[in-house]
């Protein structure tokens, strides 16, 4: 059984620039949620994804866009980026949508900075 | 809006004590308390997902609480070694009619000392 991984596990980016991070899920399960975590704060939630829709969003703006595959791996998009966006973006899996007593299932992570 | 608290924010044991830390949440449209375990460089990693008030939770020397009608969640870590070190998460799953999401506290950074 294949863990959560993300790519890349680091970038730097400049601000005015988009990014794209990649999330593949654990086997088995269909749905992935994006975390941010910036420096001193616990993860913020910013979207999930169940069979490939949206399924319910954080308090982010538009410019924080996904997508999930038929195969459940993921990525999310970032344009226009800030300073502010500099953060650590954790991808988790779980099985079904509904059931929020199903355990995620976290990736390393990919540390974003923006100059 | 919806908080969770952890507390204490950072704690220093040494390697033998035994340490417990909590998290408060919201009371109302209670759905399910997640614990996690990050280390740092590594993943978060589940601990416990609690769903019913009074449950009791064990996984090695380590034990949870909940309280759904007082809000709070209480983390126990027996006889802690310095392999406990690591940033145990909170997170709250609230459930608003079709909507239901994941509030997450700050943490609270465990050190144990040998």
């Known amino acids: 059984e294949t863990g959560v991984t993300q790519s890349p596990t680091h970038l730097i980016k400049t601000r005015g620039q988009q990014v794209t991070l990649r999330c593949s899920s654990q086997s088995g399960h269909n749905t992935v949620s994006w975390y941010q975590q910036a420096l001193g704060q616990g993860p913020q939630f910013i979207f999930q994804y169940y069979r490939e829709e949206e399924n319910g969003r954080g308090n982010f703006p538009p410019r924080f866009s996904g997508l999930q595959f038929p195969n459940y791996s993921s990525e999310l998009n970032v344009n226009a980026l800030e300073l502010d966006d500099s953060a650590l973006y954790l991808c988790a899996s779980s099985l079904s949508r509904g059931s929020g007593a199903n355990v995620l299932t976290f990736g390393a992570g990919s540390r974003l900075t923006v100059l | ?114």
């Open chain 2, 1 to 114: 809006i919806l908080n969770v608290e952890q507390s204490p924010q950072s704690l220093h044991v040494q390697e033998g004590d035994s340490t417990n830390f909590t998290c408060s949440f919201p009371s109302s449209n209670f759905y399910a308390l997640h614990w996690y375990r990050w280390e740092t460089a590594k993943s978060p990693e589940a601990l416990f997902v609690m769903t019913l008030n009074g449950d009791e939770k064990k996984k090695g020397r380590i034990s949870a609480t909940l309280n759904t009608k007082e809000g709070y969640s209480y983390l126990y870590i027996k006889g802690s070694q310095p392999e406990d070190s690591a940033t145990y998460l909170c997170a709250f799953l609230y459930n608003a009619g079709n909507n239901r999401k994941l509030i997450w506290g700050l943490g609270t950074s465990l050190a144990v000392n040998p």
